[in-house]
């Protein structure tokens, strides 16, 4: 009888320690504060001297009140962060500020990043720290910053020049299109708009025929567009000999081909 009494105190016994196994672990894990969104290593792309800003938010869970910190433990000598109020962070580290958490949980912070005037990769450490009673979360974070050279304004044409096609045969007619990209008008000496070929000789290309039009003064309006046709003849009538060839007016030009008729 002994026995059988001992036995169920131990059965008790063992019950009560798997439920409060149970409890202490789905306790520690709720108790446990912990970001909704957990912060990623993120790459940051700059031009030389430009600032940009890093801005983070999240939603806190957790059991208890909980204080939010963060800490740049490292970030590169050549660049420059700043606070959102544009007060400089000194490289005394770590740099640590607590964040105040909004009623509903949610904490956002954010800071500046100067580019230096060279390029090149930069780095900056992050630490996100969140106490709620005895319990405690860390996470890190790492942000690339690649600095890079700015490109040069892209070369705007004053005319755009398509033709018909690439390919031609000897005697077919081209088709060519001027348009007007700027925003005044652009005057031409003659009904053709000085448009002439040129053929490539193999080392550098040679004014080959111009275009005929009236000796009169025509212009092109902003965005307009206008179409010329004309016979892939020479002046005396001959037709094109196969080769390269380009066709334009201000230097502006589009290349094409000419070849023998397929028999």
Known sequence: MMVV????VLLILLAVAVL????????SQKAYPKLA?????VIISLYVNQTGVYYYESRIESL?????????????????????KNETITRFFPYMWEVDVKSDGNVSYGFYIVAPHRT???????RLLLSSWIFSHEYRQTIC?????????????????????????????????????LNESILFANTAYELHF????????????????KPETVSLDPGESVTVRDKLD?????????????????????????SRPTT
């Open 64 to 84: 208890f009140t909980t204080a939010f910190k963060v800490s740049i433990d490292y970030f590169s000598n050549e660049l420059k962060l700043l606070t959102m």
């Open 37 to 41: 969104s957990p912060p990623t290593d």
């Open 234 to 258: 020479d002046l005396t009538g001959r037709p094109f000999p196969p080769g390269r060839y380009r066709v334009g007016t201000k230097d502006v030009y589009a290349n094409f081909e000419v």
């Open 20 to 27: 409060v196994g149970i409890f202490v672990t789905y306790f």
């Open 145 to 181: 910053v690649k600095v890079l050279a700015p490109q040069p304004p892209q070369k705007i044409e004053p005319l755009k020049i398509t033709l018909d096609k690439q390919f031609y045969f000897q005697g077919e007619y081209i088709v060519i299109t001027i348009k007007n990209n």
């Open 120 to 126: 090149g990769n930069y780095t900056i450490y992050l």
């Open 198 to 213: 040129e053929i490539f000789n193999g080392t550098s290309w040679v004014r080959f025929k111009d275009v005929p039009g």
């Open 5 to 8: 009494k001992k036995l169920k």
